[in-house]
Each structure stands twice: as C-alpha cells, then as structure tokens.
C-alpha cells in the first residue's frame, strides 16, 4: 500500500487572506508553501503578500512567520539561519520573501549581504514588476514604458529606464548560488524549481538559492481577474520573462512556444497607450536581454 504523504494536505498559505481575486502572488505563495511543508520558517518584508496575509489578529502562515522591514528580510532570515545552525537544527527550511521593490530596490543591500555570506536560505522574490500595496509605484523591476503612479502617460510615455537584470546581479556573488527565474504561467516549472532550490540549501556544501516568480498583478497591471495564469504564460512565450537557471555559474535557458509581444501588451491597460515606435524599442529591450542570456549559457 503506498505510505500516506502527511504533508500532502498541508497548505502553509491558508486560504482566507485578503489579496485580490486574481492576485498572481497569492498563487505562488500556496505553491511555494505546500511544496516547502511544515518544517518551515519564514521571514517576509512589507509588502502585499505580508499586508494581506497577517491582518492583526489573524495569520495565514501555518509556520512561524517573522515580518521584517521593507529594506531587510534577508537580514532577518539570517539571522534565523544562524540562529538554527548554532542549535543544531540543520532541516528546516528557512524562506525570505519580498516584492519586487523590497528585493531589486530597498532590500538589495541586505539581500546582497545574505548571499556574499554565502546563508543556506531559500530566497523567493514575488515580481509583480512594481510597488503594488502602496499604491502602483514604479520600481527598477518595472518594464519599459509600463504606466504606474510614478512613471504616468505624459509627454514621457510610462517608464523611461528598462527592468534591472536581477538574477544576473545575484548570480553574480558566487557559483555556490542556486539562481532561477519562474513565471505563475507555468506552475509546474515553478514548484521544481522550488523544491531544487530547497535540495540546494540543504545539501552538504550548498549555499543559498535565489528564484524570482513573475507574479501579475490585476490592479498595477490592469488586466481582468481570469487571465493572471494566461499572462503570466504569455510573459514567458513572448520572451519578455525569461525563464532560466543557474547552478555552478551554468545558465541554462528554457524553451518555449513563441508568441507575439504584441498579444502580450494588448491585454494589459499598463500598455494601453503605447505607440508602434515604443512597442518596437520594447521589442528590441527584450530580445537583447534575451540573446545576453543566451550568450551565458554558451559560456
Ligand atoms: C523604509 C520604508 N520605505 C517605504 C515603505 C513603504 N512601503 C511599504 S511596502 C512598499 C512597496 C512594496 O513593494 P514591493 O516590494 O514591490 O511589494 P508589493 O507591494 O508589490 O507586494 C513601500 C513603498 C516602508 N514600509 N519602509
């Protein structure tokens, strides 16, 4: 008879939170959760996913969860991480979590301690590519051209700098760095990638992991509510969210079918207003991105 998994009804981020109906973050956050078990501590930044899931007196997180600043949860989980090592306490899996904002901007400092220090955590960054709870605030993840609050249609239409190569920068502390990007398009790809980045943690010798999920967001990103999985794939497939791994200083690029960019910022009001000449530098933005990539994994 096949031995009951008693992790297997296990779901970390329980349902009863307050984030949107659609919220892409919410879904990676189960995901991420229900593959992480209960033998987790987690420490999480301000941001949507801590505002919606740990309302005074309630609590989504069925595992010890420590909310840290916006500017430092890698700090935190160090914390947390050293702390563990010192009692002996090798298997759990300690996870820091953060936007965008709090992972390419205010937190890059301490993120970038963390991994320099070479800390076995499992660090997750939710991209909804801007300062969401606050208000649709532009961040360095933010695409060229995207409209938010801070990068309004003006003369300047949205955004004027194109988004940080985060993975690239995180990778570039060390080989002993697990490093993968995911999209919540692709489900499957995302919870291999997360239970490989546990395996990392953990391993003898290993080191910290780094995986960063597009998450859309329906209100920064003006979508409807019941296509957050088909953009999310769209991303991918149009090429302006790569999917790849690194390990040992390997990039590994993904492959998948091809769609039209065009398709992708169609269905998105951030979008809305963009002119053919401004679809065409985006275009250009992101296939050079991609072919920087590509040139990696010939390394
Ligand atoms: C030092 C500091 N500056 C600003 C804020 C206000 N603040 C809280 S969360 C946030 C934006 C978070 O953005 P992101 O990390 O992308 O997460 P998201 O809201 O999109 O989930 C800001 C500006 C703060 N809490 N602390």
């Given at each position: 008879m096949k031995k009951k998994n008693?992790?297997?009804?296990?779901?970390?981020?329980?349902?009863?939170?307050?984030?949107?109906?659609?919220?892409g973050a919410a879904i990676a956050m189960r995901h991420l959760m229900k593959i992480a078990g209960a033998n987790t501590i987690v420490a999480i930044a301000t941001g949507c996913m801590e505002v919606v899931s740990t309302v005074y007196p309630l609590s989504s997180w069925e595992v010890p969860c420590i909310h840290s600043a916006f500017e430092n949860v890698a700090a935190t989980a160090s914390g947390i991480e050293l702390a563990l090592k010192k009692q002996g306490k090798r298997k759990i899996n300690v996870i820091a979590i953060a936007g965008d904002g709090g992972t390419f901007d205010i937190g890059l400092q301490a993120l970038s301690g963390m991994l320099e220090r070479g800390h076995r955590i499992l660090y997750v960054c939710y991209d909804?590519?801007?300062?969401?709870?606050?208000?649709i605030q532009r961040s360095s993840a933010t695409p060229l051209h995207a409209e938010t609050t801070t990068s309004?249609?003006?003369?300047?239409?949205?955004?004027?700098e194109p988004k940080k190569n985060m993975p690239l920068i995180v990778a570039s502390?060390?080989?002993n760095i697990y490093v993968a990007t995911a999209s919540v398009g692709y489900l499957e790809d995302f919870k291999r990638k997360v239970k490989k980045a546990l395996r990392h943690i953990h391993k003898k010798n290993g080191g910290p992991a780094y995986l960063q999920v597009l998450c859309p967001c329906v209100l920064g990103w003006?979508?409807?509510?019941?296509?957050t999985i088909q953009i999310a794939r769209k991303a991918v497939n149009c090429r302006a969210y790569p999917l790849f791994e690194i390990e040992n200083g390997k990039l590994t690029l993904q492959e998948f079918p091809e769609e039209k960019i065009e398709d992708y910022l169609k269905l998105q009001g951030r979008f809305s207003n963009l002119a053919k000449k401004e679809i065409i530098k985006l275009k250009k933005f992101f296939e050079s991105e991609y072919s920087k990539l590509r040139n990696f994994t010939n390394r």
């Open positions: 008693k992790n297997q009804d296990f779901e970390g981020f329980a349902k009863g939170h307050n984030a949107c109906a659609g919220c909804n590519e801007a300062y969401m709870n606050t208000g309004p249609y003006g003369k300047i239409h949205g955004k004027i502390h060390g080989k003006k979508i409807p509510t019941n296509i």
